[in-house]
């Protein structure tokens, strides 16, 4: 009888028994992308799911990665599938307004020059020893487009995928502290007081409505191995702009951008084994991302400098830094800085119009990469 108890309350601590360092230091991890979402308000709809399915994959016992096991069944319907990052594009597309893009198109440019840091990085993890699927899926954080990472990752490179999520999903959340140095040391004090004016130009809804049409089929056709991405965000985009299903429009764009949210976040989580996260190759991933994302801020920036040269001085280059895919976070961080050395500087929505673009930089970057790889053999 004693033994029988014995066992039965050596059974209640079997938790403990098995627990491993590594994972408690990811349980550590976990409680800090917690305070990061709840009190800091970095990113909650993301890190406050990924940080809670951090935690729970890395109890000992609880079998929720194995098969059939609650985490396993999510990820495996949403991330192996490549569901949920295409779930979340057709929500982005039903929440962007690309007429800042349209109304000046010069912004398509710093859209591009924002995802040359994406190219940099894919070279540096080349020479470091990465494969080419493993480089494409490490250049991609620097976009700090989470769905585009995680579906490239998932799809061909699903060791790296809780590396690359946290690192691109992280990253993302800090852009107003990563920025603003890069974007300081990068242009002077007279660049960064240039008041740029209005754009006066009115974008007519048969040109919003053809612009997702006609992205989405040259898109498709330059690089069609990106348009599962492309055309989601412009399917949502269209159901916005031709105003014919309002209903799907709020669903995507609410309901069901929140469900697959919340999913996706678990699902990020549950990748972050003790075991398989605390890595060095993990490590090596996160440094590269932040160098990607430093990279495509001064592409940015130092394009933008170049147009404040041809313009005669009527582009800020600080609307450069918003080329990347942190939509619409990234253009505010532009906004608040213009507005530390000119009180009247209002850069919003020319950064919008940049930001706008590098969401869609950042899916063809993408495309690109892959279909090389396609023509390459390599996938």
């Known amino acids: 009888m004693l033994e029988a108890f014995a066992n039965g309350f050596s059974g209640l601590l079997a938790g403990f028994m098995h627990l491993q360092i590594s994972n408690v230091v990811m349980i550590i991890v976990g409680c800090v992308l917690l305070y990061l979402g709840i009190k800091k308000d970095f990113e909650p709809l993301l890190l406050v799911p990924i940080g809670f399915g951090c935690i729970l994959v890395n109890i000992p016992l609880a079998n929720l990665m194995e098969p059939h096991g609650f985490l396993r069944t999510i990820y495996d319907a949403g991330i ?44 540096l993890a080349l020479a470091l020893g990465f494969t080419e699927l493993d480089a494409v899926a490490i250049g991609v954080i620097g976009a700090c487009d989470g769905p585009t990472a995680i579906y490239v990752t998932a799809k061909y490179a699903p060791h790296l995928l809780g590396a690359v999520s946290v690192a691109a999903y992280s990253y993302m959340s800090l852009v107003p502290v990563i920025q603003p140095p890069i974007m300081r040391a990068l242009t002077t004090e007279k660049e960064r007081t240039v008041v740029m004016r209005a754009t006066r130009k009115s974008v007519s809804k048969t040109t919003r409505i053809l612009f997702p049409l006609v992205i989405t089929i040259l898109g498709g056709l330059i690089a069609p191995m990106g348009l599962p991405l492309l055309g989601t965000i412009m399917l949502g985009n269209l159901m916005r702009e031709c105003g014919a299903v309002e209903r799907l429009t709020k669903a995507s764009a609410n309901e069901i951008a929140n469900v697959v949210t919340l999913l996706l976040g678990i699902s990020i989580g549950a990748t ?108």
Request: aromatic letters at 8%.
């Open 80 to 123: 192996m599938t490549e569901l949920f990052p295409l779930l979340i594009f057709v929500g982005i597309g039903a929440m962007t307004d690309f007429s800042p893009v349209l109304e000046n198109p010069v912004t398509f440019l710093l859209g591009a020059a924002g995802q040359c840091g994406i190219f940099l990085t894919l070279g």
């Open 272 to 379: 972050m084994d003790g075991k398989i996260f605390l890595q060095k190759q993990t490590l090596i991933v996160l440094a590269l991302g932040f160098v990607a994302i430093c990279l495509d801020t001064a592409c940015g920036v130092l394009l933008g400098k170049v147009l404040y040269i041809t313009s005669k001085g009527k582009i800020n280059p600080l609307i450069g830094a918003a080329g990347i895919s942190a939509f619409p976070m990234s253009a505010r961080v532009v906004m608040k800085e213009g507005q530390k050395y000119n009180k009247k500087n209002y850069l919003l929505m020319h950064a919008m119009g940049a930001n706008a673009a590098g969401q869609i930089g950042s899916v063809i970057a993408a495309a690109v990469m892959l279909s090389v790889l396609k023509g390459m053999g390599i996938i």
